[in-house]
């Protein structure tokens, strides 16, 4: 069969490309442990009794590790009574270096959960849990953010972790 050189020349191209692509992915994968975010386990959002959702709020492992347990629903974080009031966007007071683990789930729609300056930014899904790790080094105020349009109220959904 005859192929135009011209086209052999793009054919070639596109393949390399595809190649260069390929083994960027698998380097990403392979070398560096990039993963798509997925929920790390899933949960009953009616029946929280028996999980550690029914307690939302920070808990300290030891160390300058704390693990988070938070819920989203219209239009409000909950991550435990010490966080504030119910209603009140909830604060988070941690030493500067502490590690924490976040771990967060929906309890009606789909939220976001995004904080300010640090790479965590999930998806907040009903039934689902979400759940990252960052370490907090600056001292300073960081918002959480629901950052997935979830209804009338969705400007008014943050909370604030402070670093001290
Ligand atoms: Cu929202």
Known sequence: MHINRYERAWLTAVAVTLGVFAAAMLVGLLAFGIRL????????????????????????????????????????????REAGPLGVP????????????????????????YIEDHSIN??????????????????GEYKIICNHYCGAGHQVMYGTVIVE
């Open 122 to 139: 999930l998806e907040v899904v009903p039934g689902q849990i979400a759940r990252a790790t960052v370490t907090f080094m600056q001292p």
């Open 90 to 113: 909830p604060q988070i007071r941690i030493p500067a270096r502490s590690e924490v683990t976040f771990y967060v789930t929906s309890l009606d729609v789909n939220h976001g959960f």
């Open 37 to 80: 975010p997925s929920p790390v386990a899933r949960v009953d959002p009616n029946n929280l009794a028996n999980t550690p959702f029914a307690k939302p709020g920070l808990k300290s492992l030891g160390g300058a590790r704390y693990e988070l347990y938070a819920t989203a629903k219209m239009w409000q974080f909950d991550a435990g």
